[in-house]
């Protein structure tokens, strides 16, 4: 297949070096604004600096060029203010899409790609890798299996070590929208249930720059879900333990928990108990690299045609309503009901 990608930055590389190494894809064109970044993507493959498998050939394209070229797919990871133009044009266009999260900066821009996408049959697939994770899998496996019994208690958390660059901050869209944004889509996911309120609150106690953006650094919520079901979630950008992504279940006859594993950045008190003694997850790259391999592999039988889009715009824009009903919440300090942002059950 061909494939061309757009946006050879921090997240564009690392699909690159995914795609470059699968043998499902013969021709990889890579376009950046920043023609140089293209071009060193394309060194770094031929100087086997990104091992590719041995059919692939690679080589850089201005942004337009992958439109009128006409790949078999096309990766948009240019930064997200990029995101709804560039997916519209894929659209209109004709060639099947992956867009990185989210799909755009803000409600309406992301309504408007949802509105292109359903009058169209080109497929777009949005990059909520965690529903690739074994460990997702396999607890929504066990809870649709009936093994947990009735669901009644679900708790997420997202630590990241070390808080992103002080200029990243102002246009991530805040804590809520730029990281629980995961945890808001693979709540949904991973349950079957859409979510009903949130109850936030955020603090900054970190650097000044989140709280001269408006941005907090540490957060939590109460989430409820349509059957009752009660979620808690806490975010941190200060979790120095190391990147810590988990999800617990508690249901009537069994609990099961995702990312409790050797690598998890947690420490048992109890006397005698070892577990974990793995190298604690040091970023989302390595936690999630199985992940991100599964997301691509996917993406290529979308492309093809074999398989539906696993997490379709419709989907992010579910999730983000759950971030933006977070943030009015903790702002305001009171519950508020997804229906007042807009957001409403399917
Ligand atoms: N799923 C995840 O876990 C995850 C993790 C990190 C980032 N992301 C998402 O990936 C996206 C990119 O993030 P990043 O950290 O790689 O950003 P980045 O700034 O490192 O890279 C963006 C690249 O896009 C290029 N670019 C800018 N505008 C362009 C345009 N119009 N056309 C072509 N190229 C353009 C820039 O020159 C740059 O090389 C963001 O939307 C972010 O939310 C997702």
């Avoid at 990104?50 to 797919?73: K, L, S």
């Avoid at 936030?200 to 720059?209: H, L, T």
């Amino acid at each position: 297949m061909h494939i061309t990608v757009i946006g050879a930055g921090r997240m564009g590389m690392a699909h690159i070096e995914t795609l470059a190494s699968l043998p499902g894809v013969g021709e990889l064109s890579i376009a950046d604004r920043d023609a140089d970044r293209a071009r060193a993507a394309v060194d770094q493959i031929a100087a086997n600096r990104i091992p590719a498998h041995a059919t692939t050939r690679a080589r850089a394209v201005p942004v337009d060029a992958a439109f009128a070229d006409r790949a078999d797919g096309l990766v948009i990871v240019a930064p997200t203010s990029e995101h709804a133009d560039l997916v519209i044009r894929a659209i209109d266009s004709g060639i099947p899409v992956f867009c990185e999260k989210p799909v755009a900066e803000n409600v309406s821009r992301t309504r408007l790609v949802v509105e292109r996408w359903a009058g169209a049959t080109v497929p777009v697939q949005i990059g909520f890798q965690r529903r690739f994770d074994p460990g997702y899998v396999s607890a929504r496996a066990a809870l649709q299996a009936g093994d947990l019994g009735s669901l009644r208690r679900v708790h997420l958390v997202t630590g990241d070590p070390k808080p992103p660059a002080a200029e990243y901050i102002p246009t991530s869209g805040g804590i809520f929208r730029d990281c629980s944004v995961h945890d808001f889509d693979i709540l949904r996911w991973v349950t079957g249930l859409e979510v009903d309120y949130v109850f936030a609150a955020g603090v900054n106690r970190g650097a000044e720059f989140f709280g001269a953006a408006g941005d907090v650094d540490e957060v939590v919520a109460m989430i409820g879900l349509a059957d009752g079901t009660l979620a808690t979630l806490q975010a941190s950008r200060y979790n120095g333990a190391g990147y810590d992504v988990r999800m617990e279940l508690a249901g009537t006859t069994a609990q099961i928990t995702v990312g409790l594993e050797e690598r998890t950045p947690i420490r048992s008190a109890e006397a005698g108990v070892a577990f974990p003694t793995g190298k604690p997850w040091p970023d989302f790259q390595s936690r999630f690299q199985t992940a991100y391999r599964r997301e691509m592999e996917t993406f290529l039988d979308v492309a093809a045609g074999t398989v539906p889009s696993p997490c379709t715009p419709q989907d992010a824009l579910a999730a983000l309503y759950i971030a933006e009903a977070a943030d009015l919440s903790r702002r305001e300090h009171r519950p508020v009901m997804l229906a007042e942002v807009g957001g409403s059950r399917p």
